[in-house]
């Protein structure tokens, strides 16, 4: 079976470190057979001005050359700007956009990445063709919740769980591998920890200095980055350095001779 291709564009400047965005979102790709993730070779954000309609912002994109060039089955644009109706997503036809707006100073932890996972495959389930999905509006821990209340997607993303009216509604539709490896993603046990040699989790942390069980997913401050150095030189160096720091300040106060 083909692989339905999905295409992500950045489409505002975000305030994360976009190469680790994608090493995470590719790996999805190692533990699924029904989506292939791709992030097109485009190296301007593709939305010319600030708007805050998703409806908008989609007629917009679907008449953008950038758009046209490219061959994929749904399309997926992230921005980090308010979207109207404080809404999370909009999806139209193949088309899903994405904010990353407030998520990180309100909502996290889950991190920045897992609540763009999480919204990601919400969006495909609902552009899906055979599934012509909406949202409930009732809070089920499902990865369908409509979420008025916004903080309650923190509860969806811990839980990575389709309720039973879904789930049936996915294999009826589908079948039972679609829906099984949906859910592999939306677990999220594919992440492991940072302990885990070669995980994402370690991966993410080794090659990018995102620790996903502990940074929200922002691009990190100065303060930030050299505490997290700190991390990665040996104890013994440490108490080294800072004991011969206070030996040279107690030698130039006077208390030692």
């Known amino acids: 079976m083909k692989r339905k291709k999905v295409s992500i564009f950045i489409g505002t400047k975000p305030g994360y470190d976009i190469l680790a965005?994608?090493?995470?979102?590719?790996?999805?790709?190692?533990?699924?057979?029904?989506?292939?993730?791709?992030?097109?070779?485009v190296h301007n954000y593709v939305l010319s001005k600030?708007?805050?309609?998703?409806?908008?912002?989609?007629n917009n994109f679907n008449n953008n050359p950038?758009?046209?060039?490219?061959?994929?089955?749904?399309?997926?644009i992230l921005i980090a700007s308010h979207l109207n109706k404080n809404?999370?997503?909009?999806?139209?036809?193949?088309?899903?956009?994405?904010?990353?707006?407030?998520?990180?100073k309100y909502f996290s932890p889950p991190s920045l990445f897992e609540y763009l996972l999480h919204s990601i495959i919400a969006c495909l389930l609902c552009m899906n063709e055979k599934l012509n999905f909406d949202y409930h509006t009732?809070?089920?821990?499902?990865?369908?919740?409509?979420t008025r209340l916004k903080s309650d997607d923190r509860v969806d993303i811990a839980m990575g769980y389709i309720c039973d009216e879904d789930k049936i509604f996915?294999?009826?539709?589908?079948?039972?591998?679609?829906?099984?490896?949906?859910?592999?993603?939306?677990?999220?046990?594919?992440?492991?920890?940072?302990?885990?040699?070669?995980?994402?989790?370690?991966?993410?942390?080794?090659?990018?200095?995102?620790?996903?069980?502990?940074?929200?997913?922002?691009?990190?401050s100065s303060y930030e980055k050299i505490r997290d150095s700190l991390y990665d030189v040996p104890k013994e160096l440490l108490l080294l350095v800072f004991g011969t720091i206070i030996?040279?300040?107690?030698?130039?106060?006077?208390f030692k001779n």
């Open 170 to 220: 996915i294999i009826n539709n589908t079948d039972e591998g679609y829906y099984k490896e949906i859910l592999t993603i939306i677990d999220r046990s594919w992440i492991g920890s940072i302990s885990q040699l070669h995980s994402v989790a370690y991966n993410l942390k080794l090659y990018f200095r995102f620790d996903i069980e502990k940074d929200s997913g922002l691009n990190k």
């Open 138 to 146: 009732e809070t089920r821990g499902c990865l369908l919740d409509y």
């Open 66 to 76: 950038i758009k046209q060039s490219i061959n994929a089955d749904y399309y997926i």
């Open 21 to 41: 965005l994608k090493y995470f979102i590719l790996s999805i790709n190692k533990i699924q057979s029904f989506y292939e993730f791709t992030f097109p070779d």
């Open 87 to 104: 809404y999370f997503s909009v999806s139209l036809g193949n088309i899903s956009v994405i904010t990353s707006y407030s998520w990180e």
């Open 247 to 254: 030996t040279i300040l107690l030698v130039i106060l006077g």
């Open 50 to 58: 600030k708007e805050n309609d998703g409806e908008i912002i989609i």
